[in-house]
């Protein structure tokens, strides 16, 4: 751990999300200075050593903690808890993107052994930390929406394969739209309603095979529409549906609903937007401009609140925690998708 800020950052895993990461922390370099890079491909970490002026190190200095005192780990979700838990065990301060890992059992382990050895651990999703969230959570503070009784998440579009150069990952087995984009939803539903202590689900898998952009097609081996019914420990239940079958949706990406009023709120996966405030019927929609931030938030945020903590006595764990409770959920979600459906009886017109 470090005695002092700014915090030496080790990036590991020169790939897509990288590159928005450094425009974040090169921003703030009273708190991290990135001074080198790993990846499993050396060429891919000398590149983008080249290109930012770092010092690009194997995957092992960087996670044995030989090159820096925090390692910021961006590589696929599968090698996130193995890359991390080697970190924690050399005392390096680590900080993942989504989701925590693909197992919560191992997980728990490896904030077990965070908490055991005194050893910060961070984790995206941060769009909980940007203006949208913070000003979503202190109308509910303020009680502006009465008591919070219900929610709703939505994500529905056509698939990463719009945009993404190579989304074949992204529908490999264990992976789809619940756990590539659902923790944005989760985590951010979680954050402004609290713990959530039952979920149902059900799965669908509704178009295979895919194409990519170069027309390339690949099958989807994980269920690309998914939709739960989440109640909280508040009393409030939720809806969430995340599919990458359809084209776009009018439905708010989240609405809180309470007796008092309905609060909509802007993509969470992203730090900026609009959100909407509506009291009654008889009145019109609000719109509600979160403050502007200089410079503005992006993906990296959460790195920086981890860098703000990493020498005070009570090292940052809570997002780290949030991360696992929506591993839990997602892994529940999954497996309430497995339960036989109730039947209904055929209807005859
Ligand atoms: N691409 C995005 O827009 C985006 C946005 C938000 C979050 N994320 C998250 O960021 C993470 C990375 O996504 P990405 O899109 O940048 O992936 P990517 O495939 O573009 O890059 C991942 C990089 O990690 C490297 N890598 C793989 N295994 C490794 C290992 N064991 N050790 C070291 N390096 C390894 C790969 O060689 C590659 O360069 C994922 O968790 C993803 O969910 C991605």
Redesign the pocket.
Known sequence: MPDQIPARCVI???????Q?YMATLTAHPDLVRVTAC????PE?ARVFADRHDLTPVT?EEAVEGMAGDLIVI????H??L??AERAVTAGVAVYL???LGDDAAAGQRLLDRARAQGVAVGC?PDTVLAPPARLAAQLIEQGVLGTVTSASATLVGPGPESW?P?PQ?LYAEGVGPLR?MGPYYLSMLVHLLGPVSTVHGSAQHHRTPRHTLGGESFPAQSPTHVNSLLSFASGASATLTVGWDGSVSATPHLEIRGTDATLALPDPNFHHGTLRLRHSWREPWKELHPPAADPPPG?GIGVLATTRRLTTPHPPWESAELALHVLHLIEAIEHAATREPCPVPAHTR
């Open positions: 590991v895993g020169c790939g897509m999300v990288a928005e790993a990846d499993l491909d891919r995957v961006l590589t696929p979700p090698t996130h193995a890359l993107e989504k989701p995206a993404h190579t990952t590539d993906r």
